[in-house]
């Protein structure tokens, strides 16, 4: 079981409560000890970040009954700017937005590298200055329309510009007056109240994505610092019937969705009508169930006194395992509480103020 520490992990009781468990619990593990049998149970993995609520099914599989036999498809270079790397970074930049304060722009004078190789390696040496510098940060690629690459990045704190200037000046090495002046720039967030939308739509422009022919091993278009996005995760374990009935609570939060999607498909389509090309970028095989702006969602349910399902469970801190020490199990020095907790979902708050 690959479950981290840092996962709250809760079992669902036959009276609809959950019971908070450790993760080497031998009730969630895959191999009961008590029983001497595999466990075949349910798992319903949820990850809860400021902005957004994932959900999914994650059953349990043996390691027995796990086909080692296939291979890993190897990822190949990258040629373009995809839907699934524009979509992956809207996800970040509306999650870690409201912690950026400042964004920087850098550029090429002009004599500048089509290499994408050397551009990265310069873009790397500015990184970690940032990180020298105790910066956190997201850093985007896009090209000009004389075809030569720049750089916006975000950093979470202010940072003097004249620093940025020397900086990629000396990283650039272009011995050119006028990138000293114009290369850089220097910019403070203003946009408090929609600062996601502000940041995705103003570095995710897609006649700037568009690589020049001529340009050879672009790379990644974007990336971030490590330990910039939080996020909660939570796995709760149970029979089929017990998971389903979880399921059940989510049933606002899943009409929220799809109506979401909705309107995402008619944008898509009123987009690629002149072209006579739609493709369904929104589909789902499996249980899975991913919540844009759910904070909004939460505060419109915060009026009628209602809370969502996942977000009761937030403030449960993960039960530490035993520790074995010398042939003998040592229980922890803080041990939490783990008495069951009663889950009232939206369907029962529903019923009690019999708003149907």
């Given at each position: ?47 809860v970040y400021d902005k957004d609520l994932h959900v999914a099914d ?29 979509k992956r970074c809207k996800f970040f930049m509306r999650n870690t ?90 910019r403070a967030i203003r946009a408090k109240g929609s600062i996601g ?160």
């Amino acid at each position: 079981m690959n479950t981290k520490n840092d996962t709250t992990c809760f079992l669902a009781c036959k009276d609809g409560s959950l019971e908070p468990v450790a993760y080497t619990d031998s009730r969630i593990s895959q191999w009961n000890a008590d029983e001497q049998n595999y466990n075949y149970l349910s798992v319903l993995s949820i990850k809860v970040y400021d902005k957004d609520l994932h959900v999914a099914d994650a059953y349990q599989v043996p390691k027995h009954r796990i086909d080692t036999t296939k291979e890993r498809k190897k990822r190949g270079s990258i040629k373009k700017y995809s839907f699934g790397a524009s979509k992956r970074c809207k996800f970040f930049m509306r999650n870690t937005g409201h912690l950026m304060k400042v964004i920087i722009t850098l550029t090429y004078p002009k004599d500048y590298p089509m290499d994408g190789a050397t551009v990265k390696s310069h873009l790397h040496t500015f990184l970690s200055w940032l990180r020298y510098h105790r910066y956190k940060y997201i850093w985007v690629l896009e090209f000009q329309e004389r075809g030569a690459p720049h750089f916006h990045i975000l950093v979470d704190k202010e940072i003097p510009h004249q620093d940025v200037v020397q900086s990629w000046y000396r990283i650039v090495g272009s011995n050119d007056e006028k990138h000293l002046k114009a290369g850089t720039e220097v910019r403070a967030i203003r946009a408090k109240g929609s600062i996601g939308y502000y940041l995705t739509s103003y570095m995710e422009k897609s006649k700037q994505k568009a690589v020049p022919q001529e340009y050879e091993k672009v790379g990644r278009f974007w990336g971030n610092s490590r330990g910039l996005l939080v996020e909660k995760k939570i796995r709760i374990y149970g029979k089929r019937e017990d998971i389903y009935h979880l399921k059940g609570k989510l049933r606002v939060a899943r009409r929220f969705d799809v109506a979401q999607k909705r309107q995402w498909e008619a944008r898509a389509k009123a987009k690629c009508k002149e072209k006579n090309k739609f493709k369904k970028f929104y589909k789902s095989s499996k249980y899975s169930l991913k919540v844009t702006n759910s904070d909004k969602l939460v505060e419109e349910l915060s009026k009628h006194n209602i809370k969502l399902f996942p977000y009761e469970l937030l403030d449960v801190a993960p039960v530490p395992p035993l520790q074995r020490r010398a042939g003998r199990i040592e229980a922890p020095e803080v041990v939490p509480v783990t008495k069951k907790l009663k889950i009232t979902g939206y369907t029962d708050l529903l019923r009690e103020k019999s708003l149907y």
